[in-house]
DNA sequence: ACATGTGAACTGCTTCACAGCG
DNA sequence: CGCTGTGAAGCAGTTCACATGT
């Protein structure tokens, strides 16, 4: 979609492309944290929208989402300019354009990767469809699993994964599954060319470059409270 | 817990002793991304300390990390000199300094608001026991759920919460609750004077300064994969 | 010779401050 | 005049490189 970086093949004065390459509004390279931001000033206008306001300001925004006002404008920055100067933002055309942004145009075809507890919780988790995602797959490997419905649709063998996978039916897969098992089924869904993978298992976990890997480790965050606790001095 | 520092009780020469000052493992503010990182070292020492190794470098934890050897003892830097020059660091010796940082010394009092599909299967979750988390009390304001089990528990009603945590009964809360509710369930439990939560709640919350809040939201983690799907250009 | 511990350099995100435009 | 958009300054986290100690 955003053209990679193509400036350098046509002609070129040496030093000045240098200076071009860094202007235009392709994605450069995006911080997660603005990423991040991003989501919240979406879920922010939605709901200002279904209020039925139809205009608001990076100062809106801030005070809402928890941060600055610059940092939202140089956040929207990267991507165009959407407002108007001295009165704001369409509330409408903002959160178009940032759904746009986030890919929640399309309708994302999602995988859950074993059906425990926490990927039957997912499963049956309707904040998904909301907002484009729609699971329309569960797998695990025992068989005492296979076959049984899970939100919807019905238990399959981990063993079909790859299959599908290939099979392009989906293209984004949560992980919930047990740390040994974890790489593993990630090997798989890569040899299988998906390219998104968002992890609840409380391990690290190898990807190739082109695959974007998220991990959701409980562990971790409970570890980022008791240090706090611990810890408390004048900090926060 | 930490010593202060007590660098200066032997000799030590004015000037130097101030300069001195600023080095010891005193929580001076340590960066988020450092606590992740000693989470992951310290469940690598875990894993490798089962395998029956005795000593380890900050190569081995970088490359098992997905970091760099500077980085590793920079992280660890922060908090004193645990490793011998020349050879590494103890593996028993220095889980064992990353538990007491990350303070995993004393045990957890933790309880999860909300017994819906995500509370409930977080109840169940047995990963929380084998790292000092024990979960007491589970709540729910819908009738149909209180007083059933929960994980070893009984669900108690919501209203009983802000007693409950006036006295003592726990150090930590999940948050399993629909985005509506929980600005006030956090109000609560505030009140009670509870200084750790972990959120699922799909929404941007408020605590004072003194409160250490952690958010997991999963719409912005499956939004910061549809991103990356989006805009996959050159980078990762 | 080897791996730690750490100031210094560097990179990149955030904040500032103001020009630009409705 | 108000609020956006954005270079420039500031700051925080990461990486470098080497002195230090075994």
Known sequence: MFQPDDCCSPVCTSLTCEEIHKLPPDVKRIAESTVRRLSIYLSFLEEIEARGAVTTSSDDLARLGGTTSAQVRKDLSFFGSFGKRGLGYSVPELS?????????????????????????????????????????GVYDSDPAKIGKAAGGVTVRDTSHLERDVTAGDYQIAILAVPAENAQLIVDTL???????????????????????LRTVNMAMELEGLTFALTNRGTDR
Chains 1, 2 share one sequence.
């Open 190 to 212: 890569v040899r299988g060319g998906l390219k998104a993978i968002l992890s609840f298992a409380p391990t690290q976990l190898t990807v190739p470059a082109d695959v974007t």
């Open 96 to 136: 178009s354009r940032l759904r746009e942004i986030l890919g929640l145009g399309s309708q994302w075809k999602v995988c859950i990767v074993g059906a425990g507890k926490i990927g039957a919780a997912l499963s049956h988790y309707a904040g998904f469809a909301e907002r484009s995602f729609f699971v329309t």
